[in-house]
């Protein structure tokens, strides 16, 4: 201050004001040592090797030194920058008032100019000291911003350095300046530190309206403003503030390691290890082992939503790839795949082994390590890192029995695990016993199953047991996540504990739901608060006693009045709940109990030790606040969520136990506790949760809301702050330097947070609504007013649906209230949303904008959108569309309807042209009751040569009562139409383009035409007729029952021929077969029972153009036969067969 004479008040505050931070700073390192500090080591000549002997820190004490003394009492470590003079530091210098004549810069004599003649030294350079770690003790004040280049770089002032680093990225957007290369350097504890090189630049810093020039040095990412820039930056007046900077770096007694170039160094040395993708164990691979009385369960795939078709395949063929899963044509195994849609658009699939395969199995029965022996390694410990493996589990082989076991059924067919997946029950205990053997005779070391902590004593023992860990890692094949590795941190937090250099105290976070908890509000509160004393005061005499003033609030007609006899109940029982009456530490030989619940505001969590004896002692206490998406969750979503949150935050106790889960809401039993696998129709969070907790060995319980006071009081008293981020909900180990962390078990793949399922499930809304005419503002609008969703949104919302709802529009939605949930103001059933009223027919003309058939559209719908009697309302739109009705294909055909059996020859004969042959016609007249076949020839098909022919059998063989023929002309025409009526003849004419009507004849002209083919050249025309129906006549039919001949049934006797002489005669029973053939006709086409009509509206064959019939439309005005019927369509009747038609 005496050297500034014109300083105003408020300089001289701020003046101030630096020198009391600067003096906490002083006094919180020597006690925790936090400060960046980095020291440049030229090379000493001979007259300084002498004085090299002692510690040397450049002004500052090694790292196990607490010396104090004064920078100006130690000797120098080399000569002054600034003059050359070895006699003083260069904080010190005489010549920091000289203005340089070359530079124009004050600092320096002209011939130490740097622009002159160039960092002698700066070739020299053998080492690197950092000793320095994070603070968050007001970090912003040892920051400067500087501009270099043109290019705003904020580094940490540090006056204990000699050396100004920039990170690499920084000289890249500098347009990369000419580098002068130099020797990489070391840390203190011989961690490498990579120089690209240096350069000499101006700078300008912001704290100071001066500039200077000097050399700059390029690391990765180091960034550091050392002495010589500071001397030139900061103004004469806060010299002082530099000489108690140099003091506080001299009282640095814990060293540290910069995490970046740690990282670097060990990415240099163990390359393999930081590589993307999956590792693979070397050493050992898993094997399973079933019980013996096993028997295989086998699950069948489920049905894949339509459009995520595409996405399953693309994932599956993904893990193929990476050599996960291989595919397999047989297993006795196949347990059921959960597929999830995360937010980004990736698939996840999920095993769910819990179908059938974990009961099966034996545990692996290998101990987890229990936490004594963890805190007995950790103990002494003054840094600590933690290294987490990426995707753990797949990083180990199956043995290839064991494969089989682990076999998945998907739509496109069973694949096998060839990596020990995530789900299966002995896969902590297999996983534990590899990392143990890995970690095996490295002292500072332990590991929980893929989390590995590594402690060392000073920097440079960390650094070596670092080094040991990554050789082993590498060893065994194995790959780190490196974003979840934290390396040379101080302090802790693991099972309940805080650790760090003076040792292990338990962490307050186990109580600090109970602490922050506030006093109850009103008589649900209070009632919520006095459950939870219930339930512990079983264990704890005096808590009747305690909690008196507070019953007596609760009695009738008492006026709500919260007194201080209340507070201090309130406060006495808290204080109870935070002692050793009540809580225990974590023991893996006893038995745990965890218990989530949910209020309207609040989620709340326990973990408890039960005892052999009954008695229950709390572990741990959790609970937070909801968010505002969270508040509009349907209660069972709620609840689903405090258990979720319970097994999050508590997973370092859970994962790879048995636990007891309970809860107060009986239908979650269903989705996390049945061993049918998770319901397909579960809304979206709860399907997701549920996959989140299939690797965890667990029995869910019901427990009455009246006997969970443990939980539900901590889910509804809730401190009054906000949950602003999502990392208050996760607790393994985390360093607590880190202002944000993720979990450290990628075992457990928490990336799924709530607020990541939030997203994923908006998403999966956002996504449903791209495929329709719609924006989700319209649907949240009409869902509001919609009369039956408003019901049905405040039903799922807080579970409580109208006493009677069956018969009502309530009805499906409360059937289906398992699967429904409200995302943004929409009503969703599992990933689908849910369309009021007024939109339905809106998207169902989008549906069929195509002109899908009935399945297809259904199976279209299924994929985004539901309402009550969805499928009816496609059924009926694609029958009323004309456009696919014209079409559409032929239907199913009409149960086929067999003549009436007659019973005696010539009763009903059926007639049909076949020909021309050789340039002759042949009537064929079969009849219907013994097959016997006459066939006429002629040179025409007029109505007179016809009805000649015909006159010639019935002269024979007399009127037969019905004669079936198709539509010829020769048929239909007036002059034969008198004919048979003059006769006494029911003439019967089949459908047009419908010869099955007139089916025996029409066989038949088959069969003869086949017949004459064969008798060629073996005689005249009519010889080989005579031969066709002499071999024809006296043959065995199969068409009719006994096997009889035609001659048997017509003539009543066979046909004597030459074979007689050799065949006795024998007797044949006479019998049908009209019967088998109808039913080989209908199992064979498939048929269906159709009824028509006469007044029927029905669609039939338009034969106006044979290439390509088409459907018309008509009315049925006229039934002639059990399936033909006459139809008046556009003016014009027409006969048509009932498999002609469609309605």
């Not at 159709?1090 to 088409?1110: E, I, M, N």
Request: glycine fraction near 6%; proline fraction near 5%.
């Amino acid at each position: 201050m005496e050297a500034k004479h014109d300083m105003t008040l408020r300089e001289a505050g701020q003046m101030c004001v630096q020198y009391r931070k600067l003096q906490e700073d002083s006094q919180m390192i020597q006690t925790a040592g936090v400060v960046k500090a980095i020291k440049h080591h030229p090379k000493r000549s001979a007259q300084f090797k002498k004085s090299s002997s002692g510690p040397q820190a450049g002004g500052r004490g090694t790292s196990g030194s607490t010396s104090t003394t004064s920078v100006t009492k130690k000797k120098p470590p080399g000569p002054c920058w600034n003059c050359g003079d070895a006699t003083h530091f260069n904080a010190d210098c005489p010549s920091k008032q000289n203005k340089c004549r070359t530079c124009g810069v004050t600092g320096h004599k002209d011939g130490h100019c740097e622009q002159r003649k160039g960092r002698p030294q700066a070739k020299s350079v053998k080492q690197i000291a950092i000793n320095w770690t994070d603070t968050t003790h007001d970090a912003e004040r040892n920051y400067a911003t500087v501009v270099i280049q043109g290019v705003e770089v904020r580094l940490q002032a540090d006056n204990g350095s000699d050396a100004t680093i920039i990170s690499h990225e920084d000289w890249k957007k500098m347009r990369k300046p000419t580098l002068t290369p130099c020797p990489d350097a070391k840390a203190v504890n011989g961690t490498p530190l990579r120089l690209y090189g240096f350069f000499h630049t101006k700078f300008h810093c912001t704290l100071s309206p001066r500039g200077g020039a000097g050399t700059c040095y390029v690391s990765d990412a180091v960034r550091v403003m050392g002495r010589s820039w500071l001397n030139q930056a900061v103004p004469e007046h806060l010299q002082g503030l530099k000489l108690i900077c140099a003091s506080i770096t001299q009282s640095t007694t814990v060293p540290a390691v910069d995490s970046t170039s740690t990282i670097a160094a060990l990415k240099s040395q163990f390359p393999n290890v930081f590589l993307p993708g999956l590792g693979r164990c070397t050493k050992t691979k898993a094997v399973l082992q079933l019980k013996p009385d096993a028997t295989p369960a086998f699950r069948r795939s489920r049905p894949v939503p339509h459009a995520a078709i595409a996405d399953v395949e693309a994932e599956l063929d993904r893990l193929v790839d990476k050599g996960v899963l291989s595919g397999t044509n047989y297993s006795d195994w196949a347990a059921l795949v959960v597929v999830v849609k995360k937010s980004d658009g990736r698939i996840r699939l999920c095993a769910d082994y819990s179908t059938g395969l974990n009961d099966s199995l034996h545990l692996h029965q290998y101990p987890l390590p229990i936490p004594e022996d963890i805190f007995s390694t950790l103990n002494g410990g003054r840094f600590f890192s933690q290294i987490d493996f990426s995707e753990a589990y797949l990083q180990i082989e199956m043995e290839e029995e064991s494969k089989k076991l682990l076999t998945i059924a998907t739509h496109r067919g069973l694949y096998n695990f060839n990596r020990l997946p995530f789900g299966v029950k002995s896969a902590p205990g297999i996983f534990q016993q590899v990392v143990d053997t890995m970690l095996a005779g490295i002292e500072g070391a332990t590991a929980y199953l893929d989390d590995i902590i590594i402690v060392g004593k000073d920097a440079a023992d960390h650094w070596k047991n670092l080094q040991q860990v990554f050789e082993r890692i590498a060893e065994f094949g194995f790959r780190v996540n490196l974003e979840k590795c934290n390396f040379f941190r101080t302090e802790i937090q693991y099972l309940g504990f805080i650790i760090d250099a003076q040792g292990r105290r338990p962490d307050p976070a186990k109580i600090a739901s109970i602490v922050a908890m506030p006093s109850p509000m009103d008589v649900s509160t209070l009632r919520s608060f006095l459950g939870m004393l219930s339930y512990y005061g079983n264990f704890v005499d005096k808590m009747r006693r305690i909690r008196a003033p507070l019953d007596a609030l609760l009695k009738k007609d008492t006026v709500w009045k919260w007194t201080p006899a209340c507070q201090r109940a309130v406060d006495r029982a808290k204080e109870v709940l935070q002692s050793d009456l009540l809580l225990t530490h974590y023991d893996p030989t006893i038995d745990l109990v965890v218990a989530g619940d949910a209020s309207n505001y609040g989620i709340g969590a326990v973990i408890l030790h039960r005892f052999p004896d009954g008695s229950e002692k709390a572990i741990a206490h959790a609970s937070r606040s909801l968010t505002a998406a969270e508040r509009n969750y349907a209660q069972i979503e709620k609840e689903g969520l405090a258990l979720v949150f319970a097994i999050k935050k508590f997973h370092k106790y859970l994962h790879g136990r048995r636990f007891l889960l309970q809860t107060d809401h009986k239908p979650l039993l269903a989705i996390f506790g049945s061993h049918k696998g998770i319901p397909v129709y579960t809304a979206n969070r709860l399907q997701r949760w549920a996959t989140m907790l299939l690797g965890y060995d667990f029995a869910i319980e019901y427990q009455k809301t009246t006997d969970f006071g443990q939980a539900d009081a901590l889910s509804r008293l809730i401190a009054a702050h906000p949950r602003t981020t999502t990392t208050e909900d996760v607790v393994v180990a985390t360093s607590r330097v880190m202002t944000s962390y993720k979990a450290l078990d990628s075992t457990t793949d928490f990336s799924d947070d709530d607020d990541s399922i939030e997203m994923d499930v908006c998403a999966i809304l956002q996504d449903q609504i791209r495929h329709l005419p719609l924006r989700v503002k319209q649907i949240q609008e009409e869902t509001a007013v919609d009369v039956v969703l408003k019901v049905v949104t405040q039903a799922v919302k807080t579970d409580r649906w109208p006493i009677s709802v069956r018969g009502s529009p309530l009805w499906t939605f409360h059937n289906r209230r398992a699967g429904l949930s409200i995302v943004d103001d929409c009503l969703m059933f599992a990933d689908r949303v849910v369309i009021p009223e007024k939109l339905q027919k809106h998207v169902l003309r989008q549906l069929h904008a195509g002109h899908p058939g009935t399945v297809r559209m259904k199976m279209l719908a299924r994929s985004h959108v539901y309402w009550p009697n969805i499928d009816t309302n496609i059924d009926q739109l694609v029958k009323s569309c004309t456009n696919c009705a014209s079409a559409a294909k032929s239907p199913l055909k009409a149960p086929l309807q067999s003549w009436p059996k007659p019973t005696q020859p010539w009763e009903r004969i059926h007639a049909d042209y076949a020909g021309p042959l050789n340039g002759r016609w042949y009537l064929v007249v079969v009849d219907a009751f013994s097959k016997w076949v006459e066939i006429l020839e002629s040179t025409s098909i007029t109505t007179d040569v016809t009805i000649n022919s015909l006159n010639k059998l019935f002269t024979s063989f007399g009127m037969p009562r019905t004669l079936i023929t198709d539509n010829g002309t020769q048929f239909t025409s007036h002059r034969f139409i008198d004919f048979c009526h003059q006769n006494g003849i029911d003439h019967v004419r089949s459908p047009p383009f419908h010869p099955q009507s007139n089916g025996q004849a029409e066989r038949f002209v088959d069969t003869f035409k086949r017949g004459i083919a064969k008798f060629q050249g073996e005689g005249t025309p009519a010889e080989t007729l005579q031969k066709f129906l002499f071999a024809y006549h006296s043959t065995p039919s199969t068409a009719v029952q006994g096997g009889k001949t035609p001659a048997e049934l017509f003539l009543g006797q066979p046909l004597r021929m030459t074979l007689d002489l050799l065949n006795p005669k024998k007797e044949r029973q006479q019998g049908s077969k009209d019967t088998a053939m109808e039913s080989q006709y209908n199992r064979h086409h498939g048929v269906r029972r159709r009824h028509f009509a006469v007044g029927d509206l029905v669609y039939a064959r338009d034969y106006s153009t044979l290439a390509k019939p088409g459907w018309t439309p008509g009315r049925i005005v006229k039934r002639t036969g059990r399936v033909t019927f006459v139809i008046e369509a556009d003016g014009t009747s027409l006969t048509r067969h009932a498999n002609q038609l469609r309605l």
